[in-house]
């Protein structure tokens, strides 16, 4: 098993720390204690002995290949798996658990740590040159599929995916219905001013091959079939549905 350290660096410090793990052997590595008590974690907690997977705290899919959500631990591991991830953006300051170090290292992930300190309002300082290094990674499809999280999956991660919004054209209202919709009751006006000012420009010229387009469109398809069905058990069918029609612009 080899083990790779990088950094980006700038004058005011260290921005990032990665931690490349090249996995040669699996089957003698301490490591595979991990997914086996993960495993087992999970059969105890399914019906009858089938198993079931735990997604992470607030997870969700942002877009091909991209995912977020809050700090997980030994009981998501199994879910993980079925993501086939090769990257994890964490976004908190802590040394990451050592637990959580040896599924990567058996899975082969590639881990890129920035560490964004957390503040309670109206100390809220999130730093733009981490924000920006950390999109950087997130737009590179060579690190797909790709898990973005910090400890709730709300705010750092909700900052994050919110300027990553406003690279794929969302309009602000959108953008902060997003962050609300995990942020909930502690939304802060900190960081949607961030988002807000948040400036694209320099990251504009950044390939987006995953571009949001088709699984945008195939989740406004699939949110309507959806409805209709359940129009439609409830007995109150719209004739309007008949000759609905979605247009999606593509900018």
């Known amino acids: 098993m080899k083990f790779v350290e990088q950094s980006l660096k700038q004058q005011s410090g260290q921005i990032c720390k990665t931690i490349e793990v090249d996995v040669t052997d699996h ?5 595979s204690m991990v997914e086996l008590e993960a495993s087992e974690d999970c059969e105890r907690d399914g ?14 899919m942002v877009d091909n290949g991209i995912f977020r959500s809050g700090f997980p631990n030994s009981a998501n591991f199994s879910f993980l798996q079925t993501l086939g ?10 040394p990451y658990p050592e637990h959580n170090m040896e ?14 300190e957390s503040y309670k309002e109206p100390f809220v300082n999130i730093p733009d040159d981490m924000i920006r290094e950390a999109l ?40 902060f219905d997003e962050y609300q ?29 995953f571009s949001c387009s088709k699984s945008l469109f195939v989740f406004v398809k699939i949110s309507l079939v959806v409805r209709v069905a359940f129009i439609r058990r409830l007995g109150k069918q719209q004739k309007t549905f008949t000759h609905l029609k979605v247009i999606v612009r593509l900018i």
């Open 85 to 94: 991830l090769r990257s994890i953006i964490c976004l908190c300051p802590e």
């Open 103 to 116: 599924f990567l290292k058996y899975n082969g992930i590639r881990l890129y740590q920035f560490g964004i």
């Open 181 to 209: 919709r995990f942020a909930a009751a502690k939304a802060r006006i900190s960081d949607q001013r961030f988002m807000e000012l948040f400036d694209i420009s320099d990251l504009r010229h950044l390939p987006m091959s």
């Open 27 to 31: 089957h003698r590595s301490a490591s």
């Open 47 to 60: 019906p009858d002995g089938d198993g079931l997977y735990i997604p992470p705290l607030n997870f969700s």
């Open 136 to 175: 950087k990674v997130v737009l590179d499809d060579r690190n797909h599929p790709i898990l973005i999280h910090c400890k709730r999956g709300k705010h750092r991660t909700g900052c994050l995916v919110g300027c990553l919004r406003k690279l794929q054209r969302w309009c602000l209202t959108s953008v």
